[in-house]
């Protein structure tokens, strides 16, 4: 019986699990000799759904879907765009047959760790896709998931490949130390930075990233890939449509894939001496007419849809935490952080210098192991191998109006969880000392108002008649105290007592296409 780790990425997804007999971590190829890296791609024909390379080789094809993922937050219920089916509806077969195929082969699964992105906790676009995505287990028979962020499982692996798979730690003392995660995958940037205590206990500090990028793409490879064959077209003037997209970037995938360690040292010899090696010939894809992919190439894109984001998250991090660079290791997991463009603008941002031997750069994880990381990390979680302390990752309260001498009202802002409190401590709700008021009336009127965030940073939502259903005993300026609770998968569930005593709870992710956002 398995307790797996289900890395669902953007471009590929990886189901990993922990053989205790041989105390080594295995991933699950979806057929034999196959690859650990199953495409998150889904075909449908006739009454058979395929997946992985089966679906990935018909991608361009009408009802052939891929970047579901980054639709599973707002808007998981309109259908892809040009399409026909929702995101919601391909995430649930995807999964459904890559379970089905797990169980096929032999295993039978106990516990389920699904990792999302560490930007889906505190972005607002992305608030809803947690709860989604546990609805969507739910209507496929699987009960027995939680979600766990992907740096954080990452680190999960490194501790476990620090203390048991080096040479030099023969006595097998756990990391002990702060570690900031750059987790750049196919479709999501998140930096995170974890305090470690022996190996054993991880927990969040802060974290910072992006799970949309620019024109809904993403902002890992696959919107670089995208960008890459769109400058080609451009420079080229070759007519881009839809089939040759997908054609095109599935060719430059495979052979940067294949070429990575001499596209590395083309160009760290570019990034030194840029003016001579610009139009360095990187490959060449068949696809577009035997173009050639240049360094130039490769930079242009980086810079416009990766290097912006990657520079803000690193940036904030450092700023809001104040930790020397020197405190911390750098750990850089994710298909697109094998990129050389990535680690060059990291090293860029903390004094370094690509090719340098510097000691916050782990070269503890190979190409293949940085790529496996979040998967295999979640695997170690779910057979309770390394343990997470989980804390809520921004602060949410209530707003009371609170009248002075002369009757004007001023925003108090009430927190009713504070960032970094335990998860653990909010299952049951903790409500407010004050009571609030429903008005009723239009939208210039006060009505019940809850923040997230802190600051500037600050987002205030009200709740007013048209969400009069999750108040209990609901009448026109009744009194209710206001409550949060916290779910096991972070999912926070707004608590509601009338004066009667009676309770109502709405996971808050349900709310939030039906309210009006401003910033606090």
Request: hydrophobic share 35%; proline share 4%; net charge negative.
């Amino acid at each position: 019986m398995s307790n797996i780790g289900f890395d669902f990425g953007t471009t590929n997804s990886v189901i990993s699990f922990y053989d205790r007999e041989r105390q080594a971590l295995d991933c699950f190829r979806s057929h034999a000799g196959g690859n650990s890296y199953i495409p998150t791609v889904v075909a449908y024909g006739g009454r058979t759904t395929k997946i992985g390379e089966a679906a990935k080789a018909e991608l361009g094809s009408p009802d052939v879907y891929a970047d579901f993922k980054l639709r599973l937050g707002s808007g998981f219920e309109d259908p892809m765009p040009g399409q026909t089916r929702t995101p919601h509806e391909v995430a649930g077969d995807y999964i459904s047959t890559l379970l089905q195929e797990f169980r096929e082969a032999g295993h039978t699964v106990q516990n389920i760790v699904m990792t999302i992105p560490e930007a889906w906790y505190g972005e607002n676009s992305n608030f809803m896709a947690r709860e989604n995505l546990q609805l969507l287990y739910q209507e496929i028979g699987e009960t027995q998931v939680c979600f766990q962020s992907e740096p954080v499982a990452a680190a999960a692996y490194y501790c476990w490949r620090y203390q048991y798979q080096q040479e030099d730690n023969p006595d097998q003392k756990g990391f002990d130390g702060t570690l900031m995660i750059i987790d750049f995958g196919g479709g999501t940037l998140d930096v995170t930075l974890c305090r470690v205590d022996q190996g054993q206990k991880i927990r969040v500090l802060d974290s910072c990233g992006s799970g949309e990028g620019i024109e809904n793409r993403g902002c890992g490879g696959s919107a670089f890939d995208e960008e890459v064959i769109k400058l080609l077209c451009r420079e080229y003037r070759i007519e881009l449509f839809p089939a040759l997209l997908a054609l095109a970037k599935n060719e430059f995938e495979q052979k940067l894939i294949a070429k990575a360690g001499e596209c590395t040292e083309i160009m760290q010899d570019y990034f030194e001496y840029p003016a001579g090696l610009e139009d360095e010939q990187i490959l060449v894809l068949n696809s577009l007419g035997g173009r050639s992919v240049c360094c130039r190439h490769l930079k242009t894109a980086f810079d416009k849809v990766n290097r912006p984001i990657l520079e803000r998250a690193v940036k904030t991090i450092l700023k809001k935490n104040k930790i020397p660079s020197e405190r911390f290791n750098v750990v850089m997991v994710g298909g697109f952080s094998n990129f050389c463009c990535v680690e060059n603008a990291v090293r860029e941002l903390l004094d370094s210098r690509t090719g340098a031997d510097d000691p916050r750069f782990t070269k503890l994880l190979s190409q293949e192991n940085k790529a496996l990381a979040v998967a295999k990390g979640a695997a170690l979680i779910a057979d309770s191998i390394i343990s997470v302390d989980p804390v809520f990752p921004y602060e949410l309260g209530v707003v009371m109006g609170v009248p002075d001498e002369e009757l004007h009202y001023h925003d108090i802002f009430v927190p009713l969880i504070r960032k970094g409190d335990l998860r653990d401590d909010y299952y049951n709700p903790l409500y407010s000392r004050d009571k609030v008021t429903v008005l009723p009336g239009g939208v210039s009127e006060c009505y019940v108002r809850l923040y997230a965030g802190i600051g500037e940073e600050r987002t205030v939502f009200a709740l007013d008649e048209s969400v009069k259903e999750i108040f209990p005993e609901y009448s026109g300026k009744a009194e209710y105290e206001i409550g949060i609770a916290v779910t096991e998968n972070m999912i926070p569930e707004l608590c509601i007592r009338s004066s009667s005593g009676t309770e109502s709870r709405t996971q808050l992710n349900k709310l939030l296409e039906r309210i009006v956002f401003r910033k606090g």
